[in-house]
């Protein structure tokens, strides 16, 4: 397996811990946010994910490029939900400080990919 193969499937391996991370912890959320913070925070970690997947099917660098733009978002969105929900007591430092670290790793290696792309 080449070395960016390699890069790639770690990177698919962590935002698949990722999302199986959130949907753990958000099932211990309040009920009354399980249509609030719970599903969006749920949606934002797997579109992390999903739109990586999906724009790896693409043959454009720039809708490529487009997709790791969304999943980098979400990543994004997914982080203050973390804080937001750390914040209200939804979570203890250990879970957030988890999330966080393995947020931080995949946030890296998305940006890296990305501009790996723009300057190919």
Same mark, same amino acid.
């Given at each position: 397996?080449?070395? /960016?193969? $390699?890069?790639?499937?770690? $990177?698919?391996?962590? *935002?698949?811990?990722?999302?199986? &991370?959130?949907?753990? +912890?958000? #099932? !211990?959320?309040?009920?009354?946010?399980?249509?609030?913070?719970?599903?969006?925070?749920?949606?934002?970690?797997?579109?992390?994910? &999903? /739109?990586? %997947? =999906?724009?790896?099917?693409?043959?454009k660098k720039a809708v490529l490029l487009n997709f790791l733009e969304i999943s980098y978002?979400?990543?994004?969105?997914?982080?203050? $939900? &973390?804080?937001?929900?750390? #914040? !209200?007591?939804?979570?203890?430092?250990?879970?957030? /400080?988890?999330? *966080? %670290? $393995?947020?931080? =790793? +995949?946030?890296?290696?998305?940006w890296k990919t990305m501009h790996n792309l723009i300057n190919r």
């Amino acid at each position: 397996m080449q070395e /960016n193969e $390699l890069f790639h499937k770690k $990177l698919k391996i962590k *935002m698949d811990a990722y999302a199986h &991370l959130i949907y753990k +912890i958000t #099932k !211990e959320f309040p009920k009354d946010e399980l249509y609030g913070i719970v599903s969006q925070l749920r949606r934002s970690a797997l579109s992390i994910i &999903l /739109n990586y %997947i =999906e724009g790896y099917t693409r043959k454009k660098k720039a809708v490529l490029l487009n997709f790791l733009e969304i999943s980098y978002g979400s990543l994004k969105e997914s982080k203050y $939900l &973390l804080h937001f929900s750390f #914040k !209200e007591g939804y979570m203890d430092r250990n879970q957030y /400080n988890k999330t *966080m %670290i $393995l947020a931080e =790793e +995949i946030g890296a290696m998305l940006w890296k990919t990305m501009h790996n792309l723009i300057n190919r």
